[in-house]
């Protein structure tokens, strides 16, 4: 049973009447293929984590909606090496409603280039959304991130639009309460803090399979060579 | 010499009716021997039949719902003033006539590209502010005004021509001078060619002193001395709306006729805005002003009107509007830039998306909520950071000050008192804190001195954080969340 219908990850609709390049259709992840990751390696970012790019297949999704779901907004620093290496680009890194100030230094410490962010702070939860559309939409900016109030699945299916159009990284921090709504995302994970560091568990995965986990190592043991090491290898990869 | 004349036919109706995409029937009238003339009316009246000549009661017998306006020839000599700034982008030799625009072009044809393509961009242009316009072309100044009159498209580019153009016009065209009208109804010269063909000096007994010095201009042998015109130092035009405007959105359309008269305003100049500001008029309550900023000048009444457009979207209306105002007091020296022609491609291309999405945000949201953010040299965390315009160069003399530590990803705006049970702070349950503190003892200079000992302690539910004991009230404290 090969889904034929499914939506491609360009927002083109096959139907089975027409001739469909199945070669296409594997690299956009629209087709199911068991263990194997269907998606193209250049359509994945690297984490930066050995362990965290074996879960996920090779890594983040690009041009794609990604959920972080935790019980108090923790994620965040898994992304670091990724965020590391994209503030390397001449694009905005925006922060949409983030719960606290990020840490300026810590960021730098990461090799996160902070003048690349911008955030987008006290505005309402519609203003907020309408800020993360416009930004993926732009072209301008090489991740979204977001930590909405609430979201309907509509909105969800937006971000994940605009996410695509405008070929950026769109990362969604929500509550756990929300694992059991449906969503459009190509990857959804669950974020537990476990003591080496971070347990993360993969909800949904487009082209590949869920219910894995691992667990990321970002405690002090980890300090030293697991969390630096990374960030500083793949951050100085890039440029 | 030539010179490019445009007279304006529908002006006295045309400054009442350019805030308005459509407009009911309305009339311009004047008095003439002592009755309300219709001087103008509009597409709407005329679908009524009113007809330019009838008197207000008949007009009015037509059309019950018949908007009427006095003729106000201040307003429309303020009218040509504005459209002198915008037309000073096409020469520097401007002079006037009622209804009339004379614009000297000879020296500037080249650098716009021959005569079609500066004639279709004043059309077009002129369009956009909100007149409909008669041109005509001649060399000398009195000629192409009275051609734009009275044949319109007429293009007299010779001595030779001029003459051959003028020739056939009736004599009453060119003055309402009474000795000139004297020649016609008694000896019947009715055409400019009749009376050109009499010797001056014959006519100048005849006929008065003026006809002959009209007639010596009009060929261009005699000079014709104007006074010259000069651009305002602001820009600073009001759009009178017919009626009221309740709805933001429809404010647009006369803010893009004033935007389109600013740029080529600037464009004279050579300079391009970042501030503009507004005013809306209510009847009956005090102006509303507010402010459109641009993050680079610019002279791009589209780029200006996106801009604009997300401003508005947010604005709250006290009461309708019934004008609007645009003044824009300060410029910069401005260079057309090659993204243009280049379709915004080109190394640049990144940059430009860059700005316009900020723009994007700042003038939806307002500025205080767009920021970026930078790191700052100091050991206290609450100083350690700032925010600061988006985009701004993160050089090396703001490096942060290097912690051997390890240093939280998110920093609490205030740090938060933690309880404390037999001398363990909580959070959910004790705290185990691992490592040994790390000392922060700064800021006795400007007065906010700390003295604390940060720890990173790992709550029950697993969550790593950033605590400090404050070493002299003795509290224990959240203020910072690794993860």
């Known amino acids: 049973m090969m889904p034929l219908h499914g939506k491609t990850g360009r927002g083109r609709v096959c139907t089975a009447m027409q001739v469909v390049d199945l070669d296409e259709l594997k690299r956009n992840g629209a087709l199911w293929q068991g263990r194997r990751s269907g998606l193209a390696p250049d359509s994945l970012l690297s984490s930066g984590w050995p362990v965290l790019d074996r879960l996920l297949g090779g890594g983040w999704p690009r041009a794609a909606l990604i959920e972080v779901l935790s019980d108090a907004h923790q994620g965040l620093s898994l992304l670091l090496p990724l965020l590391a290496r994209l503030s390397a680009r001449p694009r905005w890194l925006v922060w949409v409603a983030p719960p606290h100030v990020p840490y300026a230094p810590a960021l730098a410490a990461h090799g996160v280039r902070v003048g690349q962010l911008l955030l987008v702070r006290d505005v309402s939860a519609g203003q907020g959304l309408w800020a993360a559309e416009q930004a993926l939409k732009s072209g301008a900016c090489s991740a979204v991130l977001a930590w909405p109030a609430q979201l309907q699945t509509a909105q969800l299916r937006r971000l994940q639009l605009a996410a695509e159009q405008g070929d950026c990284v769109a990362i969604l921090f929500r509550s756990v309460r929300t694992a059991a709504q449906g969503s459009p995302a190509a990857l959804r994970l669950l974020v537990r803090p476990v003591p080496p560091g971070l347990q993360v568990e993969v909800l949904k995965r487009r082209g590949g399979w869920g219910g894995d986990s691992c667990i990321v190592p970002i405690g002090p043991e980890a300090m030293d060579d697991g969390l630096h090491s990374s960030g500083a290898s793949s951050s100085s990869h890039e440029s | ?266 464009r004279g100049l050579g300079g391009g805005t970042q501030r503009l500001q ?79 999405l900020l723009e994007r945000l700042t003038n939806r949201l307002g500025g205080q909520c767009v920021r970026g953010l930078r790191c700052h040299a100091d050991h206290r965390p609450e100083h350690a950071w700032q925010l600061c315009a988006p985009g701004e160069l993160d050089t090396a003399d703001a490096m942060p000050v290097q912690h051997g530590r390890a240093q939280p990803l998110w920093l609490l705006a205030q740090p938060r008192p933690l309880q404390v049970q037999q001398s363990v702070p909580q959070y959910g349950g004790p705290l185990r804190l691992e490592d040994l503190p790390e000392r922060i003892e700064a800021g006795w200079w400007d007065g906010f001195d700390v003295t604390r000992d940060y720890f990173v302690a790992r709550s029950r539910a697993g969550e790593r954080l950033w605590v400090f004991r404050d070493r002299r009230g003795d509290g224990w404290y959240l203020h910072g969340v690794f993860m």
């Open chain 2, 1 to 266: 010499m030539l010179w490019l004349a445009l007279y304006f036919p529908q002006l006295p109706l045309e400054v009442f009716t350019r805030g308005r995409q459509q407009a009911g029937a309305l009339v311009v009238v004047e008095p003439s021997a002592g009755r309300e003339q219709v001087s103008r009316c509009n597409g709407a009246a005329q679908a009524y039949g009113i007809r330019p000549g009838l008197t207000l009661p008949a007009a009015l017998a037509l059309c019950a719902g018949l908007a009427v306006q006095r003729r106000d020839r201040a307003r429309e000599q303020r009218a040509l003033d504005e459209m002198a700034s915008w037309a000073y982008q096409f020469s520097p030799r401007i002079s006037f006539e009622p209804s009339l625009l004379l614009l000297e072009v000879g020296a500037s044809l080249r650098l716009f590209g021959g005569l079609p393509r500066l004639l279709e961009m004043v059309q077009r242009e002129l369009g956009q502010i909100g007149y409909s316009v008669q041109h005509a072309l001649a060399t000398t100044v009195t000629a192409a005004g009275l051609l734009a009159r009275s044949r319109p498209g007429c293009q007299a580019s010779t001595t030779d021509a001029l003459r051959e153009a003028v020739a056939a016009l009736p004599l009453a065209c060119l003055t309402r001078d009474p000795g000139a009208r004297n020649l016609v109804r008694h000896i019947g010269l009715d055409s400019i060619a009749d009376v050109l063909g009499l010797p001056r000096p014959e006519l100048a007994r005849r006929s008065g002193p003026q006809l002959p010095q009209l007639l010596d201009r009009l060929l261009g042998e005699a000079p014709d001395p104007r006074p010259e015109w000069r651009p305002p130092q602001h820009f600073s035009q009001t759009i009178e709306l017919l009626g009221e405007i309740g709805q933001t959105m429809a404010l647009l359309f006369p803010a893009r006729r004033l935007m389109v008269a600013l740029c080529g305003f600037l």
């Open chain 2, 278 to 356: 507004w005013t809306l008029m209510h009847r009956d309550h005090p102006e509303t002003r507010f402010g459109q900023g641009l993050l680079e000048p610019s002279r791009d009444p589209d780029h200006m009107l996106e801009v604009l457009r997300e401003r508005v979207e947010r604005l709250q209306l006290p009461a309708p509007v019934v004008a609007i105002g645009l003044r824009v007091d300060d410029w910069l020296a401005f260079e057309e830039s090659n993204r243009d022609l280049l379709g915004g491609s080109g190394p640049d291309g990144p940059a430009t998306s860059d700005r316009a």
